[in-house]
Structure formats: structure tokens, C-alpha cells
């Protein structure tokens, strides 16, 4: 048996997520000299995991896109299950724990089913693979998991966030899927997919089936043209949703909060609709030309809920009688044009009680699907007196003089200005999965891009206050510095060397000052907003 981190023997769970490890490529995934890095295998590991039929079978949603994919997908997901389906989702990443990333009928798969299934892909696929077809890479094997597990749990409808591209993604093995999707386009991933918004939307048109209808949103004409002739060869009828009209639902609001959502609901109900349609279910219909949706569309509309998006989290930690001093806001926006639709959000909930009370109820439930922390009195004369922080990080591979300028401008723009920057690196390390994971200690951190990101915030901070960058120990009134946690503190940024002693000199400076009312936005990475719920939640 092996050891977890704390030195005890590991638990069955921790030895399948030690395994799952073990396929994790230590190769940068901006290597481009893998064509696909031979998709043909995953048909091999079908094969061997005798999946062929029954994906074959499933009815399923395929969506791919820049911005928005995990929104739709869970959307769609909580229609159809309101409208009484059977739902399997699989999405990408996970936050807190992998079996995020598989849900049935809304909430994730529990540790026992995770585990027979697990071990009944991963032994098989060790006993048949070889030098000429080896194991799988994490992600495939992940989705080459997914399919076992819906298809062993009959679900009546699949729902699929393509993980990275279309084209190649372990995904696109579907071959008949019923509808597919394309969210909102914009410059990411260039490393893989392209320098230009035409070869980025011709790689996520790779999921286009011939003969399958699929929608898209308003894109711009360069990524538009694209998939339009992409369509066309393929015969595949390509529609444009339009934004879901606020109206159709009666006075409720969007489950996921932001003005973004909007576009991702209409998205959600072009593939919801069409699904019910092709599968047959007439009787639950949805038509462009009347202005009314199912009180099942509404009622999932409304009732969704994605952790890492636009939610709004307490901390557990502080003392209970000042509820609100330290609340992290946390949206995984990596993406100048996501850190713009953050940065309004952000801006938006901090000033809007009933917006962010909203936000509580549907998205400060745990990954076990938990009730919602109370958080009475969140907003009694806080906000007005509240500082904004920024907790941030970023992968390297992403511009860091693309993201920071859009959210500081656009948070400037609702009149909202960050005291200060805190930059960490990932708790989560990226060659080992699960929680049990020792991270590496404070001196064996690389925070080399770390001070690159605060170079660039001290930039933008100079250049909107004429002013010259020097250090300093104190940032505002009734608020520390800590030299001994933070290895770099300058005039608006610190660099800490663990997101943990970040938390930790937050935490400090509220319990220690009694006018200290933090309101943190924790965004750049969905990896970093994990690594936040964990901690804060744990």
C-alpha cells in the first residue's frame, strides 16, 4: 500500500488518483509537433475498453469554444434534466476534487461508482497496451472514462465540454452526436490552435459531424466565415443563437450570474431544443418564433450552478460575528476577452446586494451539492467602506499585458480601483491530482513569473497614476504588510511564495484590524480559483 502526503497509508481513492498521476505528460502542452499527437489511438483504446457500441448509441451534446463552453454545457445540462432526463456532463478542469468532472443527473459521481469504474478502464487499458499503443494521456483517459461511466449508467442524454481545441480533442471521437455547439470565440490556446481568430475557429469546428446541425453565437466575421465553410462542406445546418431575452424568465434570473450568460442561456436552449426535437420528445419544445419557454427551460435556467464561475464565497475562517469582512469572489477568467466579463461582474456584485445574495444561493454550494452558507448582514454598510483586492495568477503560456489591462479598465470603468495585487503560484500541482498532494515548500517555488506579472501590474499602475514605482511595507490605513511571508512588496502588488501565506496575511490583517473589510477577486485561472476553494473551504 502506498503512502499519502501526511505519511499514513493511502486510502483506495488516493491510490486511483496516484495511478491517474502516473499519465500525466510532463511535455508542454504548446508543443506543436505532435499532430494531434496521434488521434488515431483513441479509437484503439475504444477497442480495448469495448465502448465503440455503446457511444454509438448515446445522445449526444457536443460543445466546444474559447469562452462560455462550460456555461452552456451546464445549462443545457439542467434543462434536460428538468425536463426528466437522465444527464451525464463531463467538463473540464476540476476544481477541488477530479469527480467534478463527471456528473450524473447534476451532481458529481461518488467516490465508490468513480473507483469501479476507474479501475475497470485503467487495469484493462494496463494489460492491453503497448510499445506501438500505449497508455492514454490524463486527459484521455479521462474522457475515455466518461463514456464508460455514462454508458454503464444509461444516461439518456450526454453532455460534452470539449477539453482544449475540437480537432483533436479526445472528445471528438463522437462520430454521430445529435447537436453540436460552438460558444464564443477569442484568442487562447494560440500555442495550439492558432495566431488568428479564423484558424482558432476552423480547430473547434473540427467537432462538426456531417449532417448534424450545430449552433454558434454572434461571432466576429473572421471566426464566422470559418465556420460557415466548415458547415458547409459537411452539410451540417450552422445556426446563430441569439442572446436569451432576460424577459422569458418572468422576473427570475440566470442560475450563473454576469451579463456574458446571456449569450451562453440561448446557446443552451438552441441545443436543448434541438436535442428534444431530433430525439423525439416534440411534446417538450422550444420555437424561435414564440416568446415563451417551458417552465422546465426556466426552471434550469435558473437553477444552475458551475463552482469557479461568478461565485462568491465567504471565508469560513473569520470570526462569525463580522460576516463579510473577507469575502474571495472567484470567476476562472483566462482570457482578455473572459477578464473583461469579469471584471464587469465584479464590479457589479460588489456594489449589488441583491446580485450578490443571489450568487450565494446558487454557487456557494460545495462540490457535494451542500446547502449555502448563511451569510446575513454580507452587505450592512460594508461595501461602501470595503477594499478591493486582486489575487491573481496566470498560466505563462498566457499574456499577461492582454489580461491585466482588460480587468484593470474595465473595473475603473464601474469606479473600481484594487489597493493592492497579491501574485501566487498554483497550489495545485499540475503532475499530481488530488488533494492529498504535497506541494512543494516555500523555497522550492519558481516565482520567477510571478514578478513578471507584478512588473506588469506596477506598470499599469504607474502609467494610470504618473506615478514611480517604489517599494513599501504598508498599503492603507488599517492594513499590513508582512516582509516575512511576501518576498516582494512594491507600492500596489506583494508576491507571496504560496497561495497559502497569501490567505494567511489576508486573513491576519482582517482578524488584526478592526476597519479591515476585504473584498478579494481571485481570477487569471481556474486552477488558482480551485486551489482558493479548497483552502477556504476546507
Known amino acids: 500500500m502506498t503512502e499519502g502526503g501526511n505519511g499514513l497509508p493511502a486510502t483506495p481513492y488516493e491510490e486511483a488518483l496516484d495511478a491517474l498521476s502516473s499519465l500525466i505528460s510532463q511535455r508542454r502542452r504548446a508543443d506543436k509537433n505532435n499532430n494531434g499527437d496521434r488521434f488515431e489511438l483513441l479509437f484503439d483504446y475504444l477497442k480495448m475498453l469495448e465502448l465503440e457500441e455503446p457511444i454509438s448509441r448515446m445522445k449526444i451534446i457536443h460543445v466546444a469554444g474559447t469562452k462560455g463552453k462550460g456555461s452552456t454545457c451546464a445549462f443545457t445540462e439542467s434543462i434536460l434534466r428538468r425536463c426528466g432526463f437522465r444527464t451525464g456532463l463531463f467538463t473540464s478542469p476540476h476544481l477541488i476534487d477530479v469527480r467534478e468532472r463527471f456528473r450524473l443527473d447534476g451532481l458529481d459521481i461518488c467516490e465508490e461508482k468513480f473507483l469501479a469504474y476507474f479501475w475497470w478502464c485503467y487495469d484493462r487499458l494496463k494489460e492491453r497496451t503497448n510499445d506501438d499503443v500505449p497508455m492514454p494521456n490524463y486527459f484521455r483517459f479521462l474522457a475515455l472514462l466518461a463514456f464508460k461511466i455514462f454508458a454503464a449508467e444509461q444516461v439518456e442524454v450526454a453532455i460534452l465540454e470539449v477539453g482544449l481545441g475540437g480537432k483533436f480533442d479526445a472528445t471528438n471521437v463522437v462520430q454521430a452526436p445529435i447537436v453540436c455547439g460552438i460558444s464564443s470565440l477569442g484568442y487562447d490556446h494560440m500555442e495550439i490552435l492558432g495566431n488568428t481568430l479564423g484558424e482558432i475557429a476552423g480547430e473547434k469546428a473540427g467537432i462538426f459531424k456531417q449532417g448534424v446541425p450545430a449552433f454558434t453565437v454572434p461571432q466576429p466575421d473572421e471566426a464566422m466565415r470559418v465556420l460557415e465553410e466548415k458547415a458547409s462542406r459537411l452539410d451540417v445546418h450552422l445556426q446563430i443563437a441569439a442572446p436569451m431575452d432576460v424577459d422569458l424568465l418572468k422576473g427570475l434570473k440566470l442560475g450563473l450570474e454576469g451579463e456574458h450568460q446571456y449569450l451562453n442561456a440561448g446557446l443552451a436552449i438552441a441545443l436543448s431544443s434541438t436535442w428534444l426535437q431530433r430525439t423525439g420528445y416534440l411534446d417538450i419544445s422550444y420555437h424561435d418564433k414564440i416568446n415563451l419557454l417551458p417552465e422546465q427551460f426556466i426552471e434550469g435556467l435558473t437553477m444552475t450552478n458551475l463552482q469557479g464561475r461568478a461565485q462568491i464565497v465567504p471565508d469560513r475562517h473569520i470570526d462569525m460575528e463580522r460576516p463579510g469582512d473577507l469575502v474571495f469572489y472567484l470567476d476562472g477568467a483566462h482570457s482578455p476577452e473572459s477578464m473583461e466579463a469579469c471584471g464587469r461582474w465584479f ?66 470603468t464601474h469606479g473600481v480601483y484594487f489597493k493592492k495585487a497579491l501574485f501566487v503560484p498554483n497550489t495545485s500541482l499540475y503532475y499530481k491530482v488530488g488533494s492529498h498532494a504535497s506541494p512543494p515548500t516555500d523555497s522550492q517555488v519558481d516565482l520567477s513569473w510571478q514578478f513578471t506579472l507584478q512588473r506588469v501590474w506596477e506598470s499599469l499602475m504607474q502609467r494610470d497614476k504618473g506615478e514611480e514605482a517604489h517599494s513599501t511595507d504598508a498599503f492603507g490605513e488599517g492594513v499590513t504588510d508582512d516582509a516575512e511571508v511576501s518576498l516582494r512588496i512594491c507600492e500596489h502588488s506583494s508576491v507571496f511564495p504560496s497561495l497559502q501565506l497569501a490567505i494567511k496575511w489576508l486573513r491576519d490583517n482582517v ?28
Open 511 to 538: 482578524q488584526q484590524n478592526q476597519s479591515a473589510r476585504f473584498q478579494v477577486l481571485v481570477t487569471g485561472s481556474l486552477h488558482l480559483v480551485g486551489d482558493v476553494l479548497r483552502l477556504v473551504k476546507k
Open 347 to 412: 464590479s457589479l456584485a460588489i456594489r449589488d446586494p441583491d446580485q450578490q445574495q443571489r450568487t450565494l444561493n446558487y454557487r456557494s454550494k460545495d462540490h457535494s451539492g451542500s446547502a449555502p452558507e448563511s451569510v446575513e448582514g454580507l452587505h450592512k454598510e460594508r461595501s461602501s467602506n470595503s477594499t478591493q483586492i486582486l489575487l491573481f495568477n496566470c498560466m505563462s503560456v498566457r499574456d499577461p499585458q492582454l489580461l491585466l489591462p482588460c480587468l484593470m479598465q474595465t473595473c475603473a
